[in-house]
């Protein structure tokens, strides 16, 4: 069983930056990737950023790419997505997911936490 938690969400600027975490526990076979994902209203989930179990890997969707950064902590029990320069367009519920390592698809999630930019 994995438990992910999200925490970080809020009311931001245009231009600000937040930093989202995910806590991660349970079976560390099962967190090989963590990922975030965003769901804006009446949009698709969409891919965020993702890493790798010794943090060697990293992918970003191209929207965030520059602007945003995955990490994960040397425990390997949290990874956070730092999120600078933030635009109205970024405005969604973020979530975490994790999954195996050879999984194509991310069984498991978090309830997610709210990110909304202003203009």
């Known amino acids: 069983q994995v438990r992910l938690v999200e925490s970080g969400g809020g009311l931001v600027q245009a231009g600000d930056s937040l930093r989202l975490s995910c806590a991660a526990s349970?079976?560390?076979?099962?967190?090989?990737?963590v990922g975030w994902f965003r769901q804006a209203s009446g949009k698709e989930r969409e891919f965020v950023a993702t890493i790798n179990w010794d943090s060697s890997s990293t992918r970003y969707a191209d929207s965030v790419k520059g602007r945003f950064t995955i990490s994960r902590d040397n425990a390997k029990t949290t990874v956070f997505l730092q999120m600078n320069n933030l635009k109205p367009e970024d405005t969604a519920v973020y979530y975490c997911?994790?999954?195996?390592?050879?999984?194509?698809?991310?069984?498991?999630w978090g309830q997610g936490t709210q990110v909304t930019v202003s203009s």
């Open positions: 349970g079976f560390t076979s099962s967190m090989y990737f």
């Open positions: 997911a994790s999954r195996p390592r050879f999984n194509q698809e991310y069984p498991h």
